[in-house]
C-alpha cells in the first residue's frame, strides 16, 4: 500500500510513522508513505497556504490551490489513487470495518486541514471521501491522518508476526475484546481465572466469548444493538 499525506506541517508525522507497527511495515516494503509539505506548492514570498473566509469570521482556511498543485503532482506518479481522504471533524466516523476496507486499496491520499479546515472546492473537486476519529476536534488533521495509518498498516499482510491477531482485536466482529492475562499466573494475591490455564481451549474459547459478551454489554450496548439489528 502507499499512502500520501499532504500537510502544512509534515514534522508532526515524521516520528509516529518511524515507530512501532507502521515503522515495520515500512521496514519490510509493505507500507509506502510519502509526505507532502503544502507550503511547498505555495506561491509568494511567504510561501502562504491559508487565507481568511469570505464572509468574515474566526480562523484561516486552507486555500485550494497549492492542494490542488500538490494532488495534481502526486497523481501524476505511481498507480491510480483509490480514495482522496479528507480527515475532518464532519466526516464518517473511522471504525473497524472502514479500516478493513480501506486496508484492501493499493493508494491512498490523506488530506489532513488545519485551521478552520479547507475551501470547500477541494472537498467538492478533490475529495472521495472524508473520515473523522471521533467527536472532537484537533489543531490539525495531521494526527487524524497518522491513527488511520496505524490503523490499516497492522492489516497489511505480512506485517503482524501472528496474522491472526489482528482478526481478534476488539470490533473485528463487533464485539470488545476479553480481558488478557500474562505471567505471573498470581500477582499480589490475584490470580488469573483458572479457565485460562486449564488447557482446555473449548472452555478457554466459550469463557473469552461471554466475558466480550458482557464487557460489550456495559461499556458500548449500542455495539451490540447494531449487531443484532445486522443479524436481522
Known amino acids: 500500500m502507499r499512502v500520501d499525506i499532504i500537510t502544512c506541517l509534515p514534522e508532526i508525522l515524521k516520528g509516529p510513522l518511524d515507530e512501532s507497527i507502521p515503522g515495520r511495515a515500512r521496514a519490510k516494503g509493505l507500507l509506502d508513505v510519502h509526505i507532502h509539505d503544502l507550503r511547498d506548492y505555495a506561491e509568494g514570498k511567504h510561501r502562504q497556504v491559508d487565507d481568511y473566509p469570505f464572509g468574515g469570521g474566526a480562523g484561516m482556511v486552507l486555500k485550494p490551490e497549492p492542494i490542488f ?7 501524476s506518479e505511481g498507480d491510480p489513487i483509490d480514495e482522496v481522504v479528507f480527515m475532518t471533524p464532519d466526516g464518517e466516523v473511522l471504525d473497524q470495518p472502514m479500516a478493513n476496507t480501506l486496508s484492501l486499496q493499493k ?10 479546515g479547507v475551501d470547500q ?18 489543531s490539525g488533521g495531521e494526527l487524524a491522518a497518522m491513527v488511520l495509518v496505524d490503523a490499516l498498516a497492522r492489516l497489511l499482510p505480512g506485517v503482524l508476526g501472528d496474522s491472526s491477531s489482528a482478526l481478534t482485536d476488539s470490533f473485528q466482529d463487533g464485539l470488545l475484546d476479553a480481558p488478557a492475562y500474562t505471567r505471573p499466573a498470581e500477582f499480589r494475591g490475584d490470580a488469573v481465572p483458572e479457565v485460562l490455564t486449564s488447557g482446555n481451549h473449548k472452555r478457554i474459547d466459550t469463557w473469552r466469548d461471554e466475558q466480550r459478551i458482557t464487557k460489550t454489554r456495559e461499556r458500548r450496548p449500542e455495539l451490540l444493538e447494531h449487531r443484532d439489528t445486522q443479524s436481522d
Open 121 to 138: 472546492r477541494v472537498r467538492d473537486r478533490l475529495v472521495t471521501k472524508e473520515i473523522s476519529i471521533g467527536d472532537y476536534v484537533l
Open 107 to 116: 493508494r491512498l491520499v490523506l488530506l489532513a486541514g488545519h485551521y478552520k
Open 69 to 75: 498543485r500538490c494532488l495534481e503532482d502526486i497523481s
